[in-house]
């Protein structure tokens, strides 16, 4: 465990990122640290279990997981996953699906599929009923073609949900928490050592462009940070019929 621990931080802090591409660096960032994602992870990605949760399944629809990772979340879905038609893990980590795929097979999920592809560009055949971007929209640099794109491929009526780390804006709408100086400048910086990028207005932007169903604000440890928390938020709306 304390092994797997060490091995993840160095791949995180320590590791040289290097590729020309965003698919690339990727690759670079996962490579080691793949077969151990989801230890490491669930120590700091705070609010997935309860997205997941509050997220429908239902029998015949289609759920899209944008930027799946390990396939994780499928795994969260529990006995519900079965409800779904088909589920489409898609992840632009090359070494991220291959683990999905091991998890699909051990558990015999039939109805599932991990992809590499990215989460601007892939669509399934048939509209989505859910789509999920579950700590991989601060990953995707064209943020607004990714949004977009999930848009498109959701059903009128359908849900989406999204949970990531973000800071405020200096002046956020009066129904959102105001982070302080120290929060919106520290932050940033201290993720984009790993090509993360907080961004202000990945909250307002899911509010606009979705009808808002619920909203959710939180802080979070981080492994061996005992005592700072980095903000989070967890977003779920629904297309508009007339959309």
């Not at 794109?149 to 709408?173: E, Q, T």
């Amino acid at each position: 465990m304390i092994a797997n621990t060490l091995r993840t931080l160095y791949h995180i802090a320590l590791s040289p990122v290097r590729g020309g591409t965003h698919e690339e660096r990727l690759g670079s960032f996962y490579r080691g640290q793949a077969d151990h994602y989801d230890t490491f992870r669930k120590r700091m990605l705070h609010g997935r279990g309860e997205l997941i949760e509050s997220l429908p399944a239902q029998k015949g629809h289609v759920w899209v997981d944008l930027g799946a990772g390990t396939g994780e979340n499928a795994e969260m879905m529990g006995r519900r996953l079965g409800e779904f038609k088909a589920v489409h893990l898609v992840d632009l980590c090359a070494p991220l699906p291959r683990v999905a795929r091991r998890r699909i097979e051990k558990n015999g999920w039939t109805n599932v599929q991990a992809v590499h592809a990215d989460a601007i560009e892939y669509r399934p055949e048939e509209q989505a009923d859910l789509i999920t971007f579950s700590y991989s929209l601060t990953m995707i640099p064209d943020w607004f073609a990714a949004l977009e794109n999930a848009h498109a491929m959701l059903k009128p009526g359908g849900r989406i949900g999204v949970v990531d780390f973000y800071v405020s804006r200096k002046y956020p709408d009066e129904t959102f928490v105001r982070h302080s100086w120290g929060t919106r400048s520290f932050w940033p910086l201290w993720f984009a050592s790993d090509n993360v990028w907080l961004n202000r207005d990945h909250l307002p932007y899911l509010c606009r462009r979705f009808k808002t169903l619920r909203v959710d604000e939180g802080r979070g440890k981080l492994p061996l940070m005992p005592f700072v928390r980095v903000p989070h938020y967890r977003f779920v709306g629904t297309k508009p019929i007339d959309a």
